[in-house]
């Protein structure tokens, strides 16, 4: 009787608090106790999902597989493992972290979202790691509850009440010996420094931990939106240079974070990145990329990467280029505001051709204005970029007829006016280098 009186208490207790997000759900499957209680919660939240498991090919991989099964086994879910090889990187487990969630964003279904098992006490060895590293506001955040499709929902939650909660519902779960390793950080920091701290210094502090980081994270977001609406699309020399520092300095981490340079890259980086949009010059950062000033802009260059040829697009829905990123749609209704932005343009839907190409801007291209026309070249030098960009820049063309050329100019075509009945809203946005 006690033993099911506290079963029900605990699962009260911890379902009140755990933040599950609209199913179907796709639940990271390791086959220990945290993983192993969500999916069971998932379950009694009576929405559909599924289970993957990523074998990572180390010693231990064989018998946490075997324990993932037995979990899902005991749960009835569906469950699939993927093998993955970690590439070298600044460490074995950031190497074994990066490809775990390459391969579970990957087995995203397109309504699926992805539920991860970090507890409470996850967050809190996070935050004190990324502290004594020295980070900045967004590694005192610690891990997001989402990010995207990916959810954290048991991020509320100790550790020791998810273990207790597997054992009275007889999860066959397996701790994963790595966790025992003390040369690897966190498990120095979670075995003896946050242990020790709790024990004989401040009771509490992985508590105290988390609940910092969930204050952090509203400040975080804040600034993340005020960056976004102060600095726009791309990065602007004028722009960065008249932000405030920490604005300035989240719109550069930004951008090389959607470039892929988020990783390893440090405070005298992003230092050298401010220096050079107010001097000029060029600086490597991670991910073997380069930031070089070019004109009024920052341009994050990866010499690695193929520009794309042409490829056909009807101005409706989303088309990616390389790293941009197109967006159409026809409305029979105006506008509620038309924007004199050159990244986002307004065209009469009926006076323009109905597919266009996205290509590469060429020397030979022009653009037809108003009176006359204007090489790319001239263009481009108009916007403060320099012409050597163009042949990496996208333009939209219809045949030989360029009908925009985003963040830069519109041809004189498709101008919207009385006679106007449907209108063609279209934007488009540099995400990487």
């Given at each position: 009787m006690a033993r099911s009186s506290r079963l029900k208490a605990l699962t009260d207790s911890v379902q009140d608090r755990a933040e599950l997000p609209p199913a179907p759900w796709l639940i990271a499957l390791s086959g220990g106790a945290d993983s192993g209680v969500l999916a069971w919660l998932a379950q009694l939240r009576g929405g559909p999902g599924r289970a993957l498991h990523v074998h990572h090919g180390w010693p231990i991989s064989d018998r946490m597989e075997n324990a993932a099964r037995a979990v899902a086994d005991h749960l009835a879910l569906p469950i699939e493992v993927v093998s993955v090889e970690p590439r070298q990187g600044s460490s074995p487990e950031a190497a074994a972290r990066d490809a775990r969630y390459e391969a579970l964003t990957a087995a995203l279904a397109p309504d699926e979202m992805l539920l991860t098992g970090h507890t409470l006490d996850d967050q809190a060895e996070t935050v004190l790691g990324n502290l004594l590293?020295?980070?900045?506001?967004?590694?005192?955040?610690?891990?997001?509850?989402?990010?995207?499709?990916?959810?954290?929902?048991?991020?509320?939650?100790?550790?020791?009440?998810?273990?207790?909660?597997?054992?009275?519902?007889?999860?066959?779960?397996?701790?994963?010996?790595?966790?025992?390793?003390?040369?690897?950080?966190?498990?120095?920091i979670r075995l003896r420094l946050l242990g020790d701290i709790e024990g004989s210094v401040a009771p509490g502090t992985s508590?105290?931990?988390?609940?910092?980081?969930?204050?952090?994270e509203d400040d975080v977001a804040y600034l993340a939106a005020e960056t976004a609406r102060r600095a726009g699309s791309g990065l602007v020399c004028p722009v960065l240079n008249t932000l405030p520092v920490a604005l300035a300095r989240r719109a550069i981490r930004a951008g090389l974070a959607a470039a892929g340079a988020d990783r390893g890259l440090r405070f005298q980086d992003v230092e050298e990145i401010r220096r050079i949009a107010r001097e000029g010059g060029a600086a490597a950062v991670p991910a073997g990329l380069t930031v070089r000033r070019v004109g009024q802009r920052l341009e994050i260059v990866n010499e690695r990467q193929p520009v794309p040829g042409r490829v056909a697009w009807d101005w409706l829905g989303t088309l990616d280029w390389a790293t941009w990123r197109f967006e159409g749609h026809i409305s029979d209704a105006a506008p509620s505001h038309f924007s004199l932005s050159p990244w986002a343009e307004v065209f009469d839907a009926d006076e323009i051709p109905t597919t266009v190409q996205v290509r590469p801007g060429t020397e030979s291209d022009i653009i037809r204005l108003r009176s006359g026309t204007k090489a790319l070249k001239a263009a481009f030098a108009e916007a403060g970029l320099d012409a050597s960009v163009a042949a990496s820049w996208p333009v939209v063309a219809a045949g030989a007829d360029v009908i925009w050329i985003p963040g830069v100019r519109r041809a004189f075509v498709g101008w919207v006016g009385e006679g106007t009945r449907r209108y063609l809203c279209v934007g488009a946005v540099q995400e990487g280098p």
């Open positions: 590293r020295g980070t900045g506001l967004g590694g005192l955040a610690g891990m997001p509850r989402q990010r995207d499709r990916i959810h954290r929902p048991l991020l509320g939650i100790r550790r020791e009440e998810l273990r207790e909660l597997a054992a009275l519902i007889a999860l066959p779960y397996r701790d994963d010996p790595a966790n025992l390793d003390l040369a690897l950080r966190r498990n120095f508590v105290a931990l988390a609940r910092f980081a969930r204050l952090v």
